[in-house]
């Protein structure tokens, strides 16, 4: 005998991707790597930069966009270490 669709619906569980936290590994991870990969191209800029690129990202903006970025992947960190 089949169980009406009500029942089927109430006592199937659906296990999202990375659970829970799937808002706080994507703030996490593109945090970080904003921040990083920002960091790395004020480190070592290209050898040889194509035309019309510059040879030095701005050092302005580009503290900015590490802030950001390192705010936003120690918020993800906080919120999935919280309790």
Request: charged share 15%; net charge positive.
């Given at each position: 005998m089949?169980?009406?669709?009500?029942?089927?619906a109430?006592?199937?569980?659906?296990e999202t991707f990375?659970?829970?936290d799937?808002?706080a590994w994507l703030?996490?991870a593109i945090g970080?790597a904003?921040a990083l990969?920002?960091?790395?191209?004020?480190i070592?800029?290209?050898?040889?930069?194509?035309?019309?690129?510059?040879e030095?990202?701005?050092?302005?903006?580009s503290a900015v966009?590490?802030?950001i970025?390192t705010?936003a992947?120690?918020?993800?960190?906080?919120?999935?270490?919280?309790p």
């Open positions: 089949s169980r009406p669709l009500s029942v089927l109430q006592t199937t569980e659906v990375l659970g829970d799937l808002l703030a996490l970080a904003l990969g920002t960091l790395m191209a004020l070592r800029p290209p050898a040889r930069p194509e035309t019309g690129d510059l030095r990202p701005p050092v302005w903006r966009m590490i802030g970025g705010i992947a120690f918020w993800g960190l906080a919120t999935l270490l919280s």
